[in-house]
């Protein structure tokens, strides 16, 4: 079963981890996968370092959940920082080997100091064309977008034609990076759809449990706004305690994926930040606890 014909029938339900650092156990990541598998996700995602540092672990994670019991498809995300041609070969045929056979395809950030990705491509594009002239159909191919448009274009139009690159490569799917302003995705939508973007869309949502943490993201990494409900949200919660702004973040998050639902997307993609609790709160105040 593949995630878009998933999507063709109803709204997806998923979840992003990340690998544990090389010298950290896998038993708590393990325990939260125990956790989020009991509202049986569509899908659970695993991270890929730049630079390839924690590749074993990546794989290590995808393999689990393909062997679990779960119904629950893994996605491996890869890069294309210092990969080779004959290197994607390799790591391509050893997902297939492991029963993994979805990939998100992304150029990666460009690790500070360097000037390129150092590898065979330079942008997800020519990735995602590689997979499929390598690979046929063997993989379902999703591929990254921003709402709020990638830092390092310089026009939106730019941005959104670059996105319809990766579908005429290949892609089957487009996952978003994170945006509070939904009134912002809205009109970004409208605009991809009608520059011929026509690929299911998965929503990524970060929940907001620290505030602290929502201003980096923002940012400082990423280049995404704070909507003035978002900032108002965090004035009124600016000095409570830690678990008093996590309560108001839930209750935030849970009214703004409702408004995602609204907008008739095709899949809502939690970034749990290998943390179960929170993301479950919130899909229990969705109610996408349903399939329990
Ligand atoms: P691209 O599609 O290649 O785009 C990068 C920039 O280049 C954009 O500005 C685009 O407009 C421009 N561009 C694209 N094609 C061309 C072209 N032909 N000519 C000129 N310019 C072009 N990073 C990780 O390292 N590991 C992860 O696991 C990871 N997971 C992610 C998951 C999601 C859902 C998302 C949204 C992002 C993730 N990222 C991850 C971050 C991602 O790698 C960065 O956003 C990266 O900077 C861009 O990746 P991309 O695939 O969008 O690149």
Redesign the pocket.
């Known amino acids: 079963m593949k995630i878009t014909d998933i999507m063709k029938e109803r709204m997806s339900l998923s979840f992003?981890v990340?690998p544990p650092k090389a010298d950290k156990p896998m038993e708590p990541l393990m325990e939260v996968l125990d956790q989020l598998y009991s509202v049986k996700p569509d899908f659970v995602?695993?991270?890929?370092?730049?630079g390839g540092t924690n590749a074993g672990r990546?794989m290590e994670i995808c393999k689990a959940i393909a062997d679990s019991d779960n119904d629950t498809i893994p996605i491996a995300?890869?890069?294309?920082?210092a990969a080779t041609k004959d290197s994607v070969r390799s790591q391509m045929q050893a997902c297939l080997d492991n029963g993994i056979d979805h990939v998100?395809?992304?150029?990666?950030?460009?690790p500070q100091g360097w000037e390129s990705t150092r590898g065979d491509f330079?942008?997800?594009?020519?990735?995602i064309g590689f997979l499929r002239e390598e690979f046929g159909d063997k993989f379902a191919i999703?591929?990254?977008?921003?709402p709020e448009?990638?830092?390092?274009?310089?026009t939106f139009e730019?941005?959104i034609?670059?996105?319809r690159?990766?579908q005429d490569a290949g892609a089957d799917l487009l996952?978003?990076?994170?945006c509070y302003d939904v009134n912002h995705f809205e009109t970004w939508m409208e605009k991809i759809r009608k520059a011929g973007v026509y690929l299911p869309i998965?929503v990524?949502i970060m929940p907001v449990l620290n505030k602290n943490s929502v201003i980096r993201m923002c940012l400082g990494m990423?280049g995404c706004s704070i909507p003035q409900p978002l900032a108002e949200l965090i004035s009124r919660h600016y000095n409570d305690t830690d678990e008093d702004f996590r309560k108001a973040g839930i209750e935030y998050t849970i009214r703004q994926v409702f408004e995602y639902m609204a907008l008739g997307i095709n899949g809502i993609?939690f970034?749990s930040l290998n943390k179960a609790d929170a993301v479950l709160e919130i899909c229990d105040g969705c109610g996408l606890t349903y399939r329990k």
């Open positions: 992003e990340f995602s695993c991270t890929y370092g730049a990546h995300h890869f890069t294309t920082i998100l395809a992304l150029r990666g950030d460009i330079s942008h997800a594009s020519e990735l999703a591929m990254a977008g921003a448009k990638h830092i390092e274009a310089r730019e941005d034609a670059h996105l690159m990766k996952m978003t990076q994170l998965d990524g990423n993609h970034y």
